[in-house]
Every structure is written in C-alpha cells, then in structure tokens.
C-alpha cells in the first residue's frame, strides 16, 4: 500500500532538493532527476490544495443550508 501523501513532508522535500539544485555540482542527469522530482511533487501539492479548497467550500456550503 502506498504511503498516504503528506503536504507538509512534501513541502519540505521540495525544500531539501531545490537547495541540493543550488548547493551542488549536480550532472544534467542528476539536475533532470531533480527537477523532475519537484515538479511531481509540486503537482501533488497543488491537487491537495485543490481538494482541501473544494472540501472547504462544501463544509461552508452545508453549513449555511442549516
């Protein structure tokens, strides 16, 4: 079973990685595995950021029907 998605744990893996980007002398292969990596990353922390708004405004929209 996969590991269930942590913002925060990815938030700080994007942090970690772009300072390894910036830090160190990375071969345009280890720069591509890298970049790649954020970016995947990224788009998960988007998607949760979506849902969790979507889930936000159901909650206030039931709340104002009661």
Same mark, same amino acid.
Request: aromatic residues 4%; glycine residues 2%; proline residues 2%.
């Given at each position: 079973?996969?590991?269930?998605?942590?913002?925060?744990?990815? +938030?700080?893996?994007?942090?970690? $990685?772009?300072?390894?980007?910036?830090?160190?002398?990375?071969?345009?292969?280890? *720069?591509?595995?890298?970049?790649?990596?954020?970016?995947?990353? *990224?788009?998960?922390?988007?998607?949760?950021?979506?849902? $969790?708004?979507?889930? +936000?405004?159901? *909650?206030?929209?039931?709340?104002?029907?009661?």
């Amino acid at each position: 079973m996969p590991a269930k998605f942590s913002y925060e744990n990815a +938030v700080s893996e994007i942090e970690k $990685t772009i300072e390894e980007i910036e830090n160190e002398d990375l071969s345009v292969d280890e *720069l591509s595995d890298k970049v790649k990596k954020v970016a995947s990353l *990224l788009k998960k922390c988007k998607q949760k950021l979506i849902d $969790t708004k979507g889930d +936000v405004d159901q *909650l206030l929209t039931d709340m104002s029907k009661s």
